[in-house]
């Protein structure tokens, strides 16, 4: 027995070590009642010095582009004790810009609904992916393409990427949507993926949770931005 949980130990540690990055945790704060304005945030513990931090985000729905001072972000000198996941730098930048939410008219609990979310905690296939998923109170459903691009390698390495987006409405029209911007190279990043599909309360918009894994010393760190279409 304690020979099977000596091993056990070890395969845990070993996948610890083969990891090596740091992973966020993602955040939906809702959207502004007239729906433009979505806003998230992410947070977590830097692996080398254990420092929590994180990132609040506003985000104009219709542009798909953050709004004027919707980036914020905030790091803690001091690193977390064991265990902790960094929640607390979350609560932190949350107290430090409700004037932000105000000046965007976001409400917390003005919530969209989620119409994909992925169930594997696999990072994304570097040739890209195809998801489907509906939504069963408007009628639609819908057909999701991540298309990457990278070049270089190493300490070179750059990527982009961008969606297509088929939807058939209840009446079976069909439109096609082109969501992010395959002309922005981002240092670093080597995969992407949907983790999650986001419906506006309001109207039919929609918001793309992608997670990144972008290369650290030995593995990866995890990271979520956002790509958002009005129809």
Known sequence: MLKKIFFAAALALCGAVLW???????????????????????????????????????????RNDFVSGGKVSYSSNNPVNAGNDGIGAFYRIIAQNSALADRCGVDYLHQ???LYIALDDEGGNPRGERVEFRDFERGFSYQAQLIPSTEGSGA????????????????GDRRTFTLGNPGVKRSQIATYKIKKVIASPLDNSLIFVIETRKQAVNGYDIRYMVETLRP
């Open 112 to 114: 969209g609904h989620p």
């Open 156 to 171: 070179n390495l750059k990527s982009s990427f961008y969606i297509t987006l088929n939807r058939t409405g209840p009446a």
């Open 20 to 62: 090596a990055g740091d992973t966020a945790s993602f955040v939906d704060l809702g959207f502004s009642r007239d729906g433009g304005v979505y806003m998230f945030a992410q947070y977590g513990v830097l692996s080398n010095t254990l420092r929590p931090w994180a990132d609040l985000y506003a985000v104009d729905v219709p």
